[in-house]
């Protein structure tokens, strides 16, 4: 089936001990698309990219990709299918150099030639990483450990991308200019994007679909031009006056 989205979620349950934070999950990301998962603060939405990609085992439900059930997988397993999770909070190694960091994403990876040509491309897309390759990451601004992050996803080769809450802490001209290269990598290296965020905002003008998440729970969704018209995405989420 041709049309079989990417990524599938179904049922999906997660608990920390006795509490349920993902409360029978499902969505579904296209190839080719940018999907957004909004809510607000504890709605659960690292718990959904830390279940999909193996940092975390479900209680039920299944994650498949392009078919085949992965939940339960390891996080090295999962990478190695092509799902990686770039977390919030940045979460470099601070005492590395950025192109250590960078190398770090490759490492599951033999295909040095190539790993190589992943670096470059990195650095076109990422112009500051170049500059600052030999510096220890923890010196890096906000924005730019935010970039070093998704470097360092993308030289994983991934085929799908989980980026938990990428505006978080930036201002907004750094949100633009990091939602944009989001938006060329989806456009110009395919790579397929679930993107989790509080600034709705910014999220449904680079999504092509949207999920919102409330206590664990797919409360709304729909195409992103249509959640950015819709009342309670205004009242709730964009905060229209
Ligand atoms: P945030 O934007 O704050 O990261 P979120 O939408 O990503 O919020 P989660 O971090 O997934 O939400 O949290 C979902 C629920 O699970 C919340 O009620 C939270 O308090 C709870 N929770 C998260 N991590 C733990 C943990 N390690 N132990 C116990 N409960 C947790």
């Known amino acids: 089936d041709t049309n ?3 990524l599938k979620v179904d049922n999906l349950e997660s608990f920390y ?3 349920m934070a993902i409360r029978g999950v499902s969505l579904e990301v296209k190839e080719g698309q940018i999907v957004t998962v909004l809510g607000a603060n504890g709605a659960g939405k690292t718990t959904l990219l830390k279940t999909i990609s193996g ?3 479900p209680e039920k439900g299944t994650v498949r990709l392009q078919g085949s059930e992965i939940q339960g997988s390891a996080p090295d397993a999962v990478v190695n299918r092509g799902v990686v999770h770039v977390p919030e909070g940045r979460e470099i190694f601070p005492i590395l150099t950025v192109e250590e960091n960078l190398k770090m994403g490759a490492y599951t990876r033999s295909d040095h030639a190539q790993i190589a040509a992943d670096m470059e491309l990195v650095y076109d897309y990422f112009p500051i990483l170049k500059e600052r390759r030999t510096q220890e990451a923890g010196t890096l601004s906000g924005g730019q ?3 070093l992050a998704i470097g360092r996803g993308l030289m994983t080769k991934p085929r799908i991308m989980l980026l938990d ?3 978080l802490g930036l201002s907004p001209l750094l949100v633009g200019e990091i939602f944009t290269i989001i938006r060329r990598l989806n456009e110009e290296q395919n790579v397929t994007m679930m993107l989790v965020e509080q600034n ?7 999504a092509h679909y949207g999920y919102v998440l409330e206590l ?3 409360v709304m969704s729909g195409e992103a031009k249509k959640l950015q018209q ?3 995405i205004q009242e709730f989420y964009l905060g229209a006056q």
């Open 216 to 218: 664990g729970r797919i």
């Open 200 to 206: 709705a905002k910014v999220a449904l003008e680079v």
């Open 55 to 57: 940092v975390m085992d």
């Open 17 to 19: 001990g006795p509490i």
């Open 145 to 147: 450990q935010q970039m």
């Open 4 to 6: 079989a989205p990417l």
């Open 230 to 232: 819709s009342k309670d």
């Open 165 to 167: 809450e990428p505006s």
